[in-house]
């Protein structure tokens, strides 16, 4: 099946020919392509970080910085695969990214963890570290 090489959407229309090949617009993102074209792909990987990211509550444009993905994008897979938060938490958590030494001296450090959760996930060659200090007031 084909989707948008830019955001992975399976909504698009046909856009005229071009060099031959028909060419769609994508109605989620605005993306133009043709179909057989390798374009820059998002890798299924990157669409289940965005999801995770977006659960653990961080926002569009968070996830964007982190992940070099487009916001648009972001909100574009929330839709499809219908995510919804379960409630709103008071504490917003906070991320790092952190290369393995630096995740081993992050740990190292008691207060760091302290009165806090922690998440860690591959990230490319680095760690992200998301930490809701849950109990600090
Ligand atoms: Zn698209």
Same mark, same amino acid.
């Given at each position: +099946?084909?989707? #948008?090489?830019? #955001?992975?959407?399976?909504?698009?229309?046909?856009?005229?020919?071009? $060099? $031959?090949?028909?060419?769609?617009?994508?109605?989620?993102?605005?993306?133009?392509?043709?179909? %057989?074209?390798?374009?820059?792909?998002?890798?299924?990987?990157?669409?289940?970080?965005?999801?995770?990211?977006?659960?653990? %509550?961080?926002?569009?444009?968070?996830?964007?910085?982190?992940?070099?993905?487009?916001?648009?994008?972001? +909100? $574009?897979?929330?839709?499809?695969?219908?995510?919804?938060?379960?409630?709103?938490?008071?504490?917003?958590?906070?991320?790092?990214?952190?290369?393995?030494?630096?995740?081993?001296?992050?740990?190292?450090?008691?207060? $760091?963890?302290?009165?806090?959760?922690?998440?860690?996930?591959?990230?490319?060659?680095?760690? +992200?570290?998301?930490?809701?200090?849950?109990?600090?007031?």
């Amino acid at each position: +099946m084909q989707t #948008c090489p830019n #955001c992975s959407s399976d909504v698009f229309v046909k856009a005229g020919i071009l $060099n $031959n090949r028909q060419r769609y617009k994508c109605k989620s993102c605005g993306y133009y392509f043709t179909v %057989g074209k390798l374009g820059k792909r998002i890798d299924d990987y990157y669409v289940n970080k965005a999801l995770q990211l977006y659960l653990e %509550g961080l926002t569009y444009r968070e996830i964007e910085r982190i992940l070099g993905v487009s916001h648009v994008s972001v +909100m $574009n897979w929330v839709r499809k695969y219908n995510i919804k938060r379960p409630y709103r938490t008071k504490y917003h958590p906070t991320y790092k990214i952190l290369s393995h030494t630096e995740l081993g001296a992050y740990f190292s450090e008691q207060e $760091n963890i302290k009165g806090a959760g922690v998440l860690v996930t591959e990230l490319g060659d680095k760690f +992200m570290l998301i930490k809701w200090e849950r109990f600090r007031d």
